[in-house]
């Protein structure tokens, strides 16, 4: 019968979910054992430089997920999802900024460094609350899906689709990144926060707590993965194909098309919210320049060289393009743009299915 | 004595930038009745089937489903889920999906975001994919994307999902075009098999289609009806002669 009417992720359902689970953990394992028990006096040591990568990398494969969601399953092109990937980066620099308290360069046990600068006399309403972990982490996936769910329901009950849409969330991200630079929005303008000291009382520069901070990013990014898996497993993930396939015919079969989509919208922006969360600790710095439309767009190249509508080709989308990157603006920074351009170029061309796509296709229907 | 009708439409009117795409057009289809429409180019069949279903409102005029429905009241979706199914000219299956999927989708009930998210297909659903997968001849295609059938497949499947939502009323546009004789054939003893538990209008072009299928045909031009009645009637009358068949 239809056994594949209940897949099942971790019992190894399909081989290729399994792989991608089985990899994250051995991340998460191996990446420690390298940095914590290996001396570093040996080749085989991984430097807290090499680990943040790691994280880091993480951190944009769960991006990446997001934007496949909506993207490789429902075809909405979102060209703006710097925007929610920042708003969490920002809710947890929050978070981070009063964990400083007195040890600013200003010694304000409550106003961080900039708004004593700005010479504010009181925390701004908005910045209540941010001194509680578990108010800030509420934020990180709130804030982001709380913009997604009004800029979605607006665009999508105008029935805004296509490149039209694409366009106005660039312009989300251009007007959102011009905010974000001004003083006196309360955000620390265009130097943003930074010089973070603690999370949860654990020290950002030991690096017992960058292996914490990266076992979180593995599992939150192995938990996003299962969940999105779940989804597009469903009826509903079937829906959003059809949707994806042809949207007036999926509405005139009952379905209420604009609530998938303004659904997976807001689940896919709070999963960018948690990835822009657990980048900035790792990073140690956000400011507006995280906004810019250049960062949605990249992300968007991620998911295309890896291979859309798959979920695992978006993560290893991420990871190697920014390997690339981080190899090249390195060695010849004056290349990357064009490598990226001509990578994007290339996929489009020669790879359709990303380069997941050159994996065999044991089942025979994705 | 006034018998039920499943459909009425009275005096509708859609106009676009002065033309009349449906000029005061009257007409009232039976439950379990199989109809045919037929008429030249821009006779008004197309607009008569978005004005049904909700994608066209007129500008004057009454639609009612049933004494109950006010269609012209209710949105796509809406009618769709109140038991109005359209079968499109072109075959619109979702080609990435399988013919299963299709007919799962296509399945009567909640269609809600949260619902679908946690759907699992209970037996009584399993029993009825598999019979209309039966009616339409595809059970060897069920595990077979969209995109590998054939035309005439393809028709089947969308009149499959059509099926599914348990309809009391089909719309079904130009079934039969592009098909095979053999395919041909095979429509027309789906679509009479249909005819009873469901009412059927159909609009084609084909008249030895029309005339193999129809019990009563109903004749549009420049969106009126002009004549209505079985085949043999429909061909006699002056009028259908004169602007259909070009005498």
């Known amino acids: ?366 | 004595m006034i018998s039920e009708k499943i459909l009425y439409l009275e005096n509708l009117t859609v106009s676009f930038d002065g033309f009349k795409a449906l000029d005061d057009l009257t007409l009232y289809v039976d439950p379990g009745e199989l109809r045919c429409i037929i008429g030249p180019n821009g006779a008004g069949k197309t607009t008569m089937m978005d004005v049904i279903t909700g994608k066209t409102r007129p500008t004057s005029g009454t639609a009612w489903f049933g004494r109950e429905l006010d269609l012209l009241k209710l949105s796509e979706p809406e009618i769709a889920q109140a038991g109005i199914g359209r079968k499109f000219q072109k075959p619109t299956v979702f080609e990435q999906l399988t013919v299963f999927e299709n007919l799962e989708l296509s399945l009567a009930g909640k269609k809600s975001f949260i619902r679908t998210l946690l759907a699992r297909l209970s037996p009584a659903q399993q029993k009825k994919i598999d019979e209309v997968l039966d009616i339409i001849g595809l059970g060897n295609e069920r595990n077979k994307p969209g995109s590998v059938l054939s035309h005439g497949q393809k028709q089947w499947l969308e009149i499959g999902m059509l099926l599914m939502q348990e309809p009391e009323l089909l719309l079904v546009d130009e079934p039969v075009a592009g098909m095979t004789p053999q395919e041909t054939e095979r429509t027309a003893q789906l679509l009479q098999s249909l005819a009873g538990d469901h009412s059927v209008v159909v609009v084609e072009h084909d008249m030895d289609f029309v005339r193999s299928i129809a019990r009563k045909v109903t004749v549009l031009h420049e969106g009126r009806v002009i004549a209505e009645g079985d085949m043999d009637q429909v061909q006699n009358d002056p009028r259908v002669r004169e602007v259909y068949l070009g005498e």
């Open chain 1, 1 to 366: 019968m239809e056994l594949r009417r209940h897949p099942s992720i971790l019992a190894g359902g399909d081989w290729k979910s399994t792989g991608f689970l089985g990899v994250l953990v051995l991340v998460a394992v191996i990446v420690p054992l390298l940095n914590r028990a290996v001396p570093s006096t040996s080749s085989l040591h991984l430097s807290a430089y090499a680990l943040t990568l790691v994280g880091k990398y993480m951190c944009y494969a769960m991006l990446a997920l997001a934007i496949d969601l909506i993207w490789g399953y429902c075809g909405i092109l979102s060209l703006g999802h710097a925007v929610f990937f920042s708003l969490g980066g920002y809710a947890m620099g929050m978070y981070l900024m009063r964990q400083i308290g007195t040890r600013g360069v200003y010694g304000d046990p409550v106003l961080p460094d900039f708004m004593v600068f700005l010479n504010w006399k009181s925390l701004p309403w908005f910045w209540y609350g941010f001194d509680h972990f578990g108010f800030a982490l509420a934020m990180t996936v709130l804030a982001p899906a709380a913009l997604a769910l009004v800029f979605g329901w607006f665009a999508f009950r105008s029935r805004v689709t296509g490149v039209y849409f694409s366009i106005i969330t660039q312009a989300l991200s251009y007007a959102l990144m011009l905010a974000f630079f001004r003083n006196d929005m309360g955000f620390g303008g265009n130097n943003g926060f930074t010089d973070f000291k603690e999370i949860l009382g654990f020290d950002l520069h030991s690096d017992s707590t960058r292996v914490g901070l990266l076992v979180a990013t593995a599992f939150a990014l192995a938990a996003t993965y299962i969940a999105c898996r779940a989804i597009v497993s469903s009826r509903a993930g079937r829906v959003m194909r059809a949707i994806r396939d042809g949207e007036s015919r999926t509405r005139f079969l009952g379905y209420p098309v604009e609530s998938f989509k303004l659904g997976v919208f807001v689940f896919s922006a709070a999963i960018a919210g948690v990835a822009g969360a657990l980048y900035v600790p790792q990073v140690g710095i956000i400011n507006p320049s995280e906004f810019a439309p250049i960062n949605s767009i990249e992300s968007v190249i991620w998911v295309a060289v890896g291979g859309r509508g798959t979920l695992y080709g978006a993560a290893v989308g991420a990871v190697v393009v920014n390997y690339a990157k981080t190899y090249l603006t390195g060695a010849l920074p004056e290349v990357w743009l064009y490598a990226l351009g001509a990578l994007f170029v290339f996929v489009t061309l020669f790879l359709p299915r990303g380069i997941v796509g050159l994996l065999p296709m044991k089942d025979k229907h994705r």
